[in-house]
């Protein structure tokens, strides 16, 4: 599950679902303390701050997960909601220009980053070489809201 879960967006995520919206995933190679993180209302803010830093490996792209291709499974059994995605493949990651990357953000998509909202961030210490580069956020979801 996620290590940060943004101020602004818990709870939120099952109703964006619902209308509709898309994810995008950002790498960062710099990110503050988690509890700095979590204050951050959007994207664009957050990447204002000189401690987080986006990647730029060769090949590094913002990845887009359409609405139907998340999925939100409410538990009523367990009184929780959880959130997932299919693995993202960057291929190849590197080589070129390689990173050292330190966070993966989960943010809704919006049409700048002044309206992408952070929902979660994820520990993701990983150096690219130019091999195929997974990120597998959780097998049991990258986001998880219970009472």
């Known amino acids: 599950m996620a290590d940060v879960i943004f101020n602004n967006q818990r709870g939120s995520l099952v109703e964006h679902h619902r209308n ?5 995933v950002v790498l960062l190679q710099a990110a503050q303390a988690d509890d700095a993180l979590r204050d951050y209302d959007d994207l664009a803010s957050l990447l204002a701050n000189a401690g987080n830093t986006e990647a730029t490996f ?3 792209t913002r990845e887009t997960i359409l609405n139907a291709a998340w999925s939100v499974t409410i538990d009523d059994t367990a009184n929780e909601a959880t959130a997932d995605f299919a693995d993202i493949t960057w291929s190849p990651a590197g ?15 919006g049409i700048n980053d002044a309206a992408r909202l952070p929902v979660t961030a994820h520990d993701f210490a990983t150096t690219t070489d130019g091999n195929d580069l997974t990120a597998v956020v959780d097998s049991a979801g990258f986001y998880a809201s219970t009472d």
């Open 20 to 24: 509709g919206e898309d994810l995008i």
């Open 58 to 60: 060769t090949n590094y």
């Open 95 to 109: 080589n070129g220009t390689n990173n050292t990357l330190a966070k993966l953000l989960v943010c809704i998509d």
